[in-house]
């Protein structure tokens, strides 16, 4: 199956959800406020916002200027029209851009904000490489998946040693942030509820229509399989592994 193959069996399946990944209005809210000095000459850059759920709450609940930047054309679409319905257009801007390449200057932002896709491109090459967009001093918020308890079954190991090796627990992500030249301010999971009521159970919901209107389709129903395998594994061992919130701050001298 070729990438672009993947990509638009990916963005039909994922389309019409609340969020794109594990998350909720409360954690962003949360996170939020633990970043201080926000103002009105804040600038703020959303990595991989997908329909940008986080984009919107960063625009109601405070007064900085936003960029939310992703690679899937409809995403962006979508979330500046749900910023121009709610009156935040002048606050916030999505923008396709890919965050392996940014074309920002040093030094851009106040803020940096990345809810469930850091991962694409690594948890210590993304903390490392947007840091120089940031201001001294400046913030980031970022989400990580991360072991929440010892020794996995061995299914749950397995499936994460397939899906995504790089995950670790707390402890030695809070290591990699220090090593990456930042401090943490403060970091909390994200409750059971941010992975269920806005990402797995609409999800659920699309996959028996993306079945049903791909049905024939090999490569569909295979994707469909391995998205559902992913939700079964949540219900069966969710308790093992979680979503961590990080607020950082930017390290100098």
Known sequence: MTDDRINTLFFE?????????????????????????????????????????????LAQHSSARIVAIDNHAPFVEELNREARARGLAGALEG???????????????????????????????????WRSLLKPGGFMAVTEVCWTRPNPPPDCAA??????????????LRAAIDECGYETVDHFPLPES????????????????????????????E????????????HAYGDFYGYEFFVLRRRDG
């Open 223 to 234: 994707l469909a399989d391995q998205v559902q395998r992913e939700i079964d594994m949540w």
């Open 159 to 172: 499936f994460w040693a397939e899906q995504y090796p790089a995950i670790r627990d707390g402890a030695a």
């Open 194 to 221: 941010a992975w269920w009521d806005d990402y797995y159970h609409p999800l659920e919901q699309n996959l028996a229509a993306f079945r049903q209107h791909r049905a024939g389709d090999r490569d569909a129903q």
């Open 13 to 57: 399946l994922f389309s019409n959800l609340p969020r794109q990944g594990p998350g909720d209005d409360t954690s962003t809210r949360k996170a939020l406020a633990l970043v201080p000095g926000i103002s009105a000459q804040t600038r703020a850059l959303d990595i991989g916002c997908g329909t940008g759920r986080q984009s919107l709450v």
């Open 95 to 129: 923008r396709v851009g890919d965050m392996h390449r940014f074309d920002f200057p040093p030094a851009s932002f106040d803020l940096m904000w990345c809810e469930g896709a850091i991962y694409v491109v690594g948890f210590e090459a993304g903390l490392r490489a």
